[in-house]
Nanobody, 124 residues
Framework: QVQLVESGGGSVQSGGSLRLSCVVYGHTYSMSCMAWFRQAPGKEREGVATIDSDGSTNYANSVKDRFIISQDNAKNTLYLQMNSLKPEDTAMYYC??????????????????WGQGTQVTVSS
């Protein structure tokens, strides 16, 4: 049974940085596409970044040039380095994974496996 476990969330002041981690357990084959999503109170879950098994990445415009998605295949771990954080980045952040490649797939319905979420709060 595949499990995704996030960590690294917390509270930080505007302009600060956090690094989120997501460990994948129980998979037989390597995931082809991994992603970070976030959901603020009263809003829909939105895609933040994706990374394909070939290393290619995509970012939402709102986080481009501030966030970096990466993965360590040896550790089965996905990361999200978040820099220059803003209050509008406050949300629950979720790790997602799927065996299909990332191409044109960035919606919640494109991913079969999800973590439980980790809260990020940015104060002004």
């Amino acid at each position: 049974q595949v499990q995704l476990v996030e960590s690294g969330g917390g509270s930080v002041q505007s302009g600060g940085s956090l690094r989120l981690s997501c460990v994948v357990y129980g998979h037989t084959y390597s995931m082809s596409c991994m992603a970070w999503f976030r959901q603020a109170p009263g809003k829909e879950r939105e895609g933040v970044a994706t990374i394909d098994s070939d290393g290619s990445t995509n970012y939402a415009n709102s986080v481009k040039d501030r966030f970096i998605i990466s993965q360590d295949n040896a550790k089965n771990t996905l990361y999200l380095q978040m820099n220059s954080l803003k209050p509008e980045d406050t949300a629950m952040y979720y790790c997602a994974a799927d065996y299909q490649r990332c191409y044109r797939r960035d919606k919640t319905t494109d991913f079969a496996y999800w973590g439980q979420g980790t809260q990020v709060t940015v104060s002004s």
